[in-house]
């Protein structure tokens, strides 16, 4: 009797084991998918979402019920996207809150990505965007943590708000001419970003388009820019040089307010309330005959470098006290 008892539980335990084994085995074999556009579908096999397919991807909302993405339920088993050749846009919210996700492979034939469409992926880490999008949509790459680096190509027209709002390990951004504005907030917060290069082109830089970027440590402003909107560059800490072109209308209320450290070199008529509040000085210059005279210091002029060039122009430096004109530069730009 005992023995019989023995084999029953040993049987029972052999079958219990066997279940789970085959329980594991079958979840790492599930395969998700279904459709997300007219002619899309998706596949979410071992941590990898792909999308094929012609055409466009579906917009999505989290306000409708049973609109949001149909792979919403299992985004934390998302750590890879590939978006197969022949898709031609990326949906609104599409890949919110996918926090596993670390690479996205966007096809060249993608030319349009959808607000908010990887909001709130803090561990990507790589991603393209494929020449043809026209335009950085509003909260694309917000709360993108890990992002240290993403190439803007020379298609892209506009970055619209928020775009890159709180991408805290993004170092550097390159703005090609073809854009001409960067909306309100467009990198809020970004604040390892050291560098940023605008190329001609731009018209406007809005409120607070770069404020609290903590490292970013010079700024040449294009020729081609406007209007400097409130607050754009609030609290850039590091900031050391900022140069604003002769052709600037204004620069408004607080832009550079907080940038304790920075020498603002400008020629612009139209100042608002504390623009340059807690700067460490401001360089008044006019342009003339192919040179930049430095016709204004407000700050300890002692503590300043002039550069060799702004923009175009020479630089010279005229020692109003002794009624001499003299050459005071360095490789600063």
């Known amino acids: 009797m ?39 579908t998706w596949v979410l096999e071992n941590g990898t979402l792909t ?15 049973g609109e ?4 919403y339920a299992k985004r934390s088993l998302i750590t890879d996207i590939i978006i197969n050749d022949g898709v031609t846009s990326i949906g609104k919210l599409a890949f919110r809150n996918c926090n596993e996700l670390q690479k996205a492979v966007l096809a060249d034939s993608v030319n349009e990505i959808g607000a908010c469409a990887f909001q709130y992926c803090s561990k990507l880490e790589s991603i393209n965007i494929p020449y043809g999008v026209r335009d950085i949509s509003v909260r ?9 680096f993403v190439e803007i190509p020379d298609s892209v027209t506009g970055i619209q708000g928020y775009a890159f709002h709180d991408c805290t390990a993004l170092t550097s951004i390159e703005i090609p001419a073809g854009v001409l504005q960067i909306n309100r907030e467009a990198f809020y917060n970004c604040s390892a970003l050291r560098t940023v290069t605008m190329h001609k082109g731009i018209k406007n830089i809005y409120t607070d388009a770069f404020s609290y970027c903590t490292s ?6 294009p020729e081609s820019v406007m209007l400097i909107h409130p607050y754009a560059f609030y609290k850039c800490e590091s900031l050391e040089l900022a140069i604003v072109p002769p052709k600037v209308n204004c620069v408004k209320a607080h832009a550079f307010e907080g940038c304790k450290n920075a020498v603002i070199y400008h020629n612009t008529l139209s100042l608002e309330e504390d623009c340059f509040k807690n700067t460490k000085a401001v360089v008044k210059y006019e342009t003339k005959d192919g040179k930049a005279y430095i016709i204004e210091i407000t700050g300890n002029k002692n503590d300043i470098s002039l550069p060799e060039k702004i923009y175009e122009y020479d630089v010279i430096y005229e020692d109003i006290s002794s009624g001499a004109c003299v050459y005071e530069t360095a490789d600063i730009i």
């Open 68 to 71: 949001n993405p149909p792979w």
């Open 51 to 65: 999308i094929s397919g012609t055409g466009e991807m579906t917009d999505y909302t989290f306000s409708v019920p």
């Open 2 to 40: 005992k023995k019989v008892f023995l084999a029953a539980i040993i049987l029972m335990a052999v079958i219990f084991v066997t279940s789970k084994a085959v329980s594991v085995m079958t979840a790492a074999e599930e395969v998700s998918n279904g459709t997300c556009g007219e002619n899309l």
């Open 140 to 148: 694309m790459f917000d709360g993108c943590y890990s992002l240290s």
């Open 216 to 221: 970013l440590e010079s700024i040449i402003i």
